[in-house]
């Protein structure tokens, strides 16, 4: 929990606000409407105090019945009306603006943001909850609408509103002028500071503390079967308490400095607004300022401190939505650990040959590297099983293959083709996979079985059904292959889900096909069914068969048994069967032992 305690970065201000204006800039046309409409507003509110002192002093200088004075008072009135009448147009077409500006900039952000945590490397993945990372990308969202809304219709007009006063007041009294800038540069630099020096760290540790509680209801969600399996309700209670706990407090701690640079704010608007109504009241004891000039004094100071109150929520929420967006931006910063080269063309897999040459590779900064200098070559249509202790690298090997990592050194080829160089997804939608725990969509039986050749007609995935002694027990459900199957697959069992998975792999047709076998915790029934679909999906394809019970892979062409990173042994069943003391025959007897 130490990493959530560390300083907020202070750089992500710039980076945040650079981000946002980059998109504004995708906008030129919308950006120019929303600006300029505003401005007109702005302009608008900054001049009528102006004809509200003239009204004034045509009211207090004579009479209704005087047609001069009428004249006068009447036509302010309309141009009061038209001012008024301006403002509310331009702030329509303004809004209008922003909306689209905002809704435009957030779908493309969105859809950035997936993209790039689509593409993001296995590791990154394995790292991050899949809660938190959506509860990033959301609050980003919007924040961004926040961010815009306070920009455009709040912080840029008051800018507007503040030096436009300043430059009407000083017009008529200098002295004002000097007033008004100085306590507004001092409220302005007051308000920053407090916010970006005093709120922003306060509020950025909340935000960790926020992630963190949504990675936390995530994983129990997610994990729900097997907190009901161990009676842990109770106990996930607890860790929840501890950690909202937490985020009350972090979360209070934001809140309650955000209160006390508010009261700071306010105080300093109130010195502000006595100086200028002091002065004013000056002039008018001193025959400089006439009744209608008090009152364009004190319409434009109500109108100014209206703005200025304003400013200081603006700058506050700008703080905020900047705090909000950062993890955002730094998903769109972060490399993808394993990316296409720009050159990158689509690989053609027609045999299926596979070679390892002089391969190097380690997992970070681990050493000893996993692989050092290994070669190894796959015939085509060739079937090879994985043996080995947990962590002797089979996985990884496979792994290698779809490239979901980059080498430290060496090749991998395919058809001799460097892996390395080809775009990723052309590779890995010609290799089939059937995990050990098949992960399904919560979507149709008829959509997962598709997934791996889209735009399969239902012929076709009735058959790969078929194939994969699927199709019986589908039918068995009310709504057949439109079934649901709920969250990762959860609706069905596990048995069924396999078959699920290599139905998929027989519609993908793929040249290459993983099998990660797994058939150690179905029954019988099941584990016979599986087996065959198994026999028939290797059929005319590169097969690698992760293997974990061994008896399964007797009937392969050819076994490759590794320990750390090494493939010490070599060769089929009866082979290998018969090496004394080799790592094969001691594995195979002490399972056939746990068997009896």
């Known amino acids: 929990m130490n990493r959530f305690r560390k300083d907020p970065d202070c750089s992500i201000f710039p980076s945040v606000l650079a981000f946002t204006a980059q998109r504004w800039m995708g906008q030129p046309t919308r950006l120019t409407i929303v600006t300029t409409a505003m401005v007109v507003a702005t302009v608008a509110d900054v001049l009528t105090p102006v004809y509200c002192g003239t009204l004034v002093d045509a009211v207090a200088k004579g009479v209704a019945t005087e047609e001069t004075v009428w004249n006068v008072a009447i036509s302010t009135l309309l141009i009061l009306m038209a001012l008024t009448l301006v403002a509310v147009v331009m702030r329509h077409v303004a809004l209008t603006g922003v909306t689209d500006l905002t809704l435009t900039m957030a779908a493309g952000i969105a859809s950035e943001a997936f993209h790039r945590v689509q593409r993001f490397s296995t590791d990154w993945h394995a790292n991050n909850f899949a809660g938190s990372t959506v509860r990033k990308i959301m609050r980003g969202i919007s924040a961004l ?23 009407l007041l000083g017009w008529y009294w200098p002295g004002m002028a000097l007033i008004i800038a100085s306590s507004s540069v001092l409220y302005t630099y007051l308000t920053v500071v407090l916010s970006l020096r005093y709120v922003a760290p306060a509020a950025s540790l909340a935000n960790c503390w926020d992630t963190r509680l949504g990675g936390v209801i995530a994983d129990a969600i997610g994990c729900n079967a097997v907190i009901k399996s161990f009676g842990g309700e109770l106990r996930e209670d607890e860790r929840f308490a501890r950690v909202i706990a937490k985020w009350r407090r972090r979360m209070r701690r934001a809140w309650v400095r955000a209160i006390m640079a508010g009261t700071a704010r306010d105080i300093t608007l109130i010195g502000l607004w006595l ?18 000039d008090m009152a364009f004094v004190l319409t434009s100071v109500s109108v100014l401190r209206g703005y200025l109150r304003n400013l200081g929520t603006d700058v506050r929420n700008v703080q905020r939505s900047v705090n909000e967006m950062q993890d955002l931006v730094k998903i769109q910063g972060q490399p993808l650990g394993v990316a296409d080269r720009p050159e990158a063309r689509p690989i053609r897999i027609a045999k299926g040959r596979i070679e390892f040459e002089n391969v190097h590779f380690q997992y970070g900064k681990q050493q000893p590297p996993l692989y050092s200098d290994l070669s190894i070559s796959i015939e085509p249509g060739e079937k090879v099983g994985l043996v080995g202790p947990s962590g002797s690298g089979k996985t990884t090997f496979v792994k290698l293959i779809q490239r979901l990592y980059d080498l430290s050194d060496g090749r991998i080829l395919i058809d001799k083709q460097d892996i390395s160089i080809v775009a990723q997804d052309s590779l890995r939608s010609q290799i089939a996979i059937v995990q050990q725990d098949p992960i399904l969509f919560h979507r149709s039986l008829a959509e997962n079985i598709a997934y791996g050749r889209p735009g399969a007609s239902q012929a076709e995935i009735e058959q790969a059904a078929r194939l994969a002694s699927a ?7 009310p709504k057949g292959y439109a079934t649901l199957v709920g969250e990762r697959g959860m609706k069905l069992s596990g048995g069924e889900r396999q078959r699920v998975a290599i139905a998929r792999a027989f519609l993908a047709k793929a040249p290459i096909l993983i099998l990660d076998e797994a058939t150690s915790s179905l029954d019988s029934e099941s584990e016979v069914l599986i087996q065959k679909a198994m026999e028939r999906l290797m059929v005319g394809r590169t097969t690698l068969v992760i293997a974990h019970r061994l008896s399964t892979v007797r009937k392969l062409d050819r076994l490759l048994v590794f320990d750390r990173g090494r493939i010490i042994e070599e060769g089929d069943h009866a082979t290998l069967i018969r090496l004394k003391g080799g790592i094969y025959s001691r594995l195979f007897e002490l399972q056939a032992l746990a068997g009896c």
């Open 471 to 477: 199709h019986e027990f589908i039918r068995r459900f």
């Open 275 to 292: 100086s200028i109504i002091g002065y004013s009241l000056l002039l008018w004891s001193r025959g400089q300022a006439s009744p209608g």
């Open 145 to 167: 609408v926040v961010l815009n809304d306070t920009i455009f219709l709040e912080l840029f007009p008051s800018l507007i509103m503040l030096v436009g006063s300043a430059i």
